[in-house]
């Protein structure tokens, strides 16, 4: 069996797989007729029969249950309509009894006892949508509810992963009405296993999807882990009961300055989400430490813990607090925990409403700032159901108001979550004493820096320090801020500032009229220069906030003012040059959600202290940092910049950039003295990613451009097509130049670069080559990034395999003059492959005949790729190829026949049946066409169309009759795709 095989490697095993873990297996017809046709996503009497096995009460006949289902129909194709579906899943819904004249609560799932749900997966999952139908490689069906869409692709396919997302995203525009039901997909060529949510496309929220020894962590596998690993992937992720937790506890709606968004939770916050579970029920144990890096969804991680602890009979209605950050909660998810899910929270208002919540008992959710612990009387709460979440524990808990907060709660179970744990501080206490002492490690889970940046959760970080003259006086910074700083044991911002303020030589020598004009020349120039040609976005961090001001009256003489914007508290005695900068809710609001945006204003935010935590704008690249700072509050700052992106052109931000004007990353080991080890290696110089880029274009002049040395034209090509033919040396190609070109992206323009340009031209035109020869499904030009895109436009020579116009006409006299070129036969049987492949994407539509043309093309490409076949033995059967296309479009032209029809006939032709017989059974289909005009959408239909084709094949001798017949309708599906 080919490895190229899509269905037998990958797709049926995923089936086998499931139904070994306790899905049961429906082929595509049967799941047709329990749907009542395409137009329907539900497996009707499934549904209907689980909605009043789950609701006795509630739904007590069919009837009622049929009303339920139309009101699922007819929710709204959109991500707005996937929200009620899910609250649908969780039992948030209601239905009206009559006998009782009240509402009661719904139920699709029992997530509690899996044995009471009914768990269905079928394949080919064709769905009609308006003018538009999609066919689902594998669907996954709860209680008759498509939940989960799996996409397959065989694992020799080199974009599979990538093409399997794109349709995807497809069937979000072709199939809204399905994708509204479903709340999850996955991805999977055999040796990747990716999953999402519906509804969330960035490939940013894509997630890897591993499992480790440990049974409660779903995690750790060997990325160059053998495909024997595809089974223990596929059985993890489908496991029922895991489905179930998954889309009752695992995925948040959230709206976020106004838009609603769909997150999933990723491998490392689940595995936290049970291990903070386990140590709610441990009696021995009431202290635990998650430890999750910057920008790996700590929040999230923290909220579905705090739903599961309230929603857990076993936690006998407790009280959960969250503790946040006194600078977040205003810009935090918490000010929204409704659109989450959540129910009434108690929000305190003062440290005498927080007294009067614990005092009088509250169950529930409470949430409040640390600073209202402040003075809290002991013993003021003494359950052991009371739960303390708190947020960025680094510094929340730190000297007297950590000792309140334990006092009033004295046998609460604490949990802190920080992306930056303090060892030592002032006080002499850290978060690990803190929060750790009941783990040996000191902490209770773990996702390091390091590991955000492997699974792609985070990018790394590179910094470049700003020439000599613009940089900070390095006797200032060292007397006023390194020093102070050291002392203070800072924690975060506000502890900076207090630092800042006793710094004033420091803070006017920052601040001086001269260094922020040329600071605003010099950060003007870079960003058109190297950030917006990217299409990303920067902040510039100033001192203060009357630094901010100073810098965008700079900047506006360098660059348009709508360009920039200042986002920076107000206070109520500000003088008037602050008060112009002064925001309401509403306009900031509006102001951040633009900035998340391309193309659109402000692609420059100026700020100091807002926004340097718990904003998240993935397309931010660029760090302009001018003000002191160090340890966790330089670590979240410069965290801005370190989210994924991936722009809707396919540009990826690979690394952040931060420019230092104040000298901190010239020593980081003591701006990061906190964890450098783990930092080490993550945070770099630029210069590394020039050394990189060095080291890569020396192994590509010693390995790949000696391959055209001394050759030119045609010669140079097919010595480059030769070289290649064999797939995993191409392909390792490809990925030498993706990363070559991601930082020839970074580093252009720059001096360093001159002496390798030529080369690195030659390079990509390589490349360009490559993929035009042996992919010619790929659009090659829209796959570079922006700069060397330029090149490609500016520079490129047109090669030897053809680069046709819109207007260029296609056709066997065509195909035929391409045989004669002069050209060396590598190269023409290249150009015959690509001619072909565009024939048949161009004109297979309303001519299906050229699909089995197309497959027998693709078939000599393959051999001539695996060297099965040398160039003139495939030069041989293309040409006979090309002939019998000119022979069948000189009989198509003078056919009676429709196109279907024809297509019949001409499959059969060049299956060695004789044209008499091949004539015979197309004007028997012929009349099966008119009788059955349906047979795609119509089950019935489709069975009596396939009983004449059996018929008319058996009549011409046949043997294999069921197989060509399949083989022959499924050609005439993908015709009318």
């Keep these: 069996m080919s490895l190229s095989s899509e269905r037998h490697n990958v797709q049926n095993p995923l089936i086998r797989y499931a139904t070994e873990v306790g899905w049961v297996y429906i082929p595509p017809e049967e799941a047709l007729r329990l749907r009542g046709g395409e137009a329907k996503p539900f497996l009707h009497p499934v549904l209907v029969e689980q909605l009043q096995r789950l609701n006795p009460e509630a739904v007590t006949n069919a009837a009622k249950a049929e009303e339920v289902v139309r009101r699922l129909l007819s929710l709204r194709p959109d991500i707005e309509g996937n929200y009620e579906a899910w609250e649908y899943l969780r039992g948030l819904k209601t239905v009206f009894v009559e006998a009782e004249r009240r509402e009661r609560n719904l139920r699709l799932l029992d997530p509690e006892h899996p044995e009471r749900n009914r768990f269905h997966v079928t394949d080919e999952f064709s769905f009609q949508s308006g003018v538009h139908r999609i066919r689902a490689d594998v669907v996954f069906l709860v209680n008759g509810i498509p939940v989960l869409i799996v996409e397959t692709k065989a694992a020799t396919r080199l974009e599979g992963i990538a093409e399997a997302f794109d349709q995807i995203r497809r069937y979000h525009q072709e199939a809204p009405e399905l994708m509204a039901q479903a709340q999850l997909f996955a991805l999977t060529q055999l040796v990747q296993f990716f999953y999402g949510a519906t509804w969330s496309l960035s490939r940013k929220t894509l997630f890897n999807w591993r499992v480790g020894a440990n049974h409660d962590s779903p995690l750790r596998i060997n990325r160059n882990a053998p495909r024997s690993d595809f089974e223990t992937l596929v059985k993890s992720f489908v496991a029922p009961r895991r489905v179930l937790r998954v889309l009752t506890d695992f995925i948040l709606f959230a709206r976020k300055d106004g838009e609603l968004s769909k997150v999933i939770l990723r491998p490392h916050q689940m595995r936290a989400v049970e291990r903070v579970l386990g140590r709610a029920r441990d009696p021995q144990k009431q202290r635990g430490l998650v430890w999750h890096t910057q920008g790996s969804g700590k929040t999230y991680t923290m909220l579905t813990i705090a739903r599961r602890l309230l929603e857990t009979p076993e936690f006998q209605n407790p009280t959960v607090l969250l503790i946040v950050d006194r600078n ?33 008992d509250t169950r529930g959710l409470i949430v409040s700032m640390i600073h209202k612990f402040d003075d809290m009387p002991a013993n003021l709460c003494t359950r052991r159901n009371v739960f303390v979440l708190v947020d960025e ?34 006080h002499g206490k850290g978060t690990f004493k803190t929060f750790g002492g009941d783990d040996p490690q000191g902490y209770l889970d773990k996702y390091s820096i390091r590991e955000s940046i492997e699974d792609g959760t985070t990018v790394p970080l590179h910094y470049q320090l700003a020439p000599n003259d613009l940089m900070a006086d390095r006797e200032a910074m060292e007397r006023e801020f390194w020093a102070v700083a050291e002392l203070e044991g800072v924690a975060d911002v506000e502890e900076i500032n207090r630092v800042l303020d006793r710094a004033v030589t420091l803070t006017n020598m920052l601040k001086n009229r001269d260094r922020v004009e040329k600071i605003a020349a010099f950060v003007a120039n870079h960003f058109k220069t190297y950030v917006q040609p990217m299409g990303y976005k920067a902040f510039l961090v100033a001192a203060d906030r009357e630094a901010c001001v100073l810098y965008k009256e700079a900047l506006d003489r360098h660059l348009p003012p709508e360009w920039s914007a200042v986002v920076i508290s107000s206070g109520h005695n500000d003088p008037p040059h602050l008060k112009r900068h002064h925001l309401s809710e509403e306009e900031e609001r509006r102001l951040r959600q633009a900035f998340r945006k391309p193309g659109e204003n402000p692609q420059i935010f100026i700020v100091t202290e807002k926004l340097l935590t718990g904003y998240d704008a993935p397309i931010l690249y660029c760090m302009y940092l001018d003000k002191p700072m160090r340890d966790h509050v330089l670590l979240q700052a410069i965290a801005r910049v370190n989210r994924p992106y991936e722009s809707e052109d396919g540009q990826r931000k690979t690394t952040g950039l931060i420019l230092d004007f104040v000298g901190i990353f010239e020593d980081l080991e003591r701006a990061l003295a906190f964890d450098s080890q783990d930092v080490s290696g993550v945070v770099q110089g630029i210069e590394v990613l020039k050394a990189r880029f060095q080291e890569l274009m020396e192994a590509a002049r010693a390995q790949h451009l000696t391959l055209v040395a001394g050759k030119g034209g045609d010669e140079a090509i097919e010595a480059v097509l030769e070289h290649f033919r064999d797939k995993e040396a191409r392909e390792g190609f490809y990925r030498f130049f993706r990363e070559l070109e991601e930082l020839y992206e970074i580093l252009s323009p720059d001096p360093f670069l001159r ?88 004109q297979g539509r309303a001519a299906p005949y050229l699909l089995s043309i197309g497959e027998r093309a693709e078939a000599i490409r393959r051999r001539f790729e695996e060297r099965q076949m040398e160039s003139q033995e495939a030069l041989r059967e293309l040409e006979e190829l090309v002939k019998q296309l000119k022979q069948a479009h000189e009989e198509r032209a003078s056919s009676p026949l429709s196109p279907q029809a024809f297509a019949v ?31 795609m959408h119509n089950r019935k239909q489709e069975g009596d169309l396939r009983s004449e084709l059996y018929g008319a094949l058996s009549d011409i001798g046949v043997s294999e009759v069921v197989a060509w017949a399949d083989a022959i309708l499924n050609l005439l599906r993908r015709a009318a795709e």
Aim: no cysteine; aromatic share 10%.
């Design 905 to 935: 006939e001409w499959w059969l032709r060049t299956h060695r049946v004789d044209p008499e017989g091949a004539i015979q059974v197309a004007q028997r289909m012929e009349r099966a066409f008119s009788q059955f005009p349906h047979w």
């Design 328 to 360: 977040e909660l205003e810009q935090q998810l918490f000010q929204n925990l409704e659109a989450l899910g959540f129910g009434h929270v108690h929000l305190a208002t003062s440290k005498r409403h927080l007294r009067h919540l614990l005092q009088r």
């Design 393 to 426: 524990a680094h510094r929340s808990t730190g000297g007297d108001l950590g000792n309140y907060l334990m006092g009033a709660l004295p046998n609460a179970t604490f949990i802190g979550f920080t992306g930056t744990p303090i060892d030592k501080t002032a």
């Design 755 to 842: 002496p390798y340009l030529e080369d690195y031209q030659r390079l990509v035109e390589m490349y360009r080559l490559l993929r035009t020869a042996y992919e010619p499904h790929v659009p090659v030009d829209k796959s570079f990034l922006r700069k060397t895109a330029e090149i490609v436009q500016r520079h490129t020579r047109a090669d030897a395999v053809h680069q046709p116009t819109a207007t260029y006409e296609i056709g066997p006299a065509a195909l035929l003059a391409l045989l004669n070129e002069a050209k060396p036969e590598t190269v023409k049987v290249f150009n015959l492959l690509k001619e072909l492949h565009r024939l048949v994407e161009e």
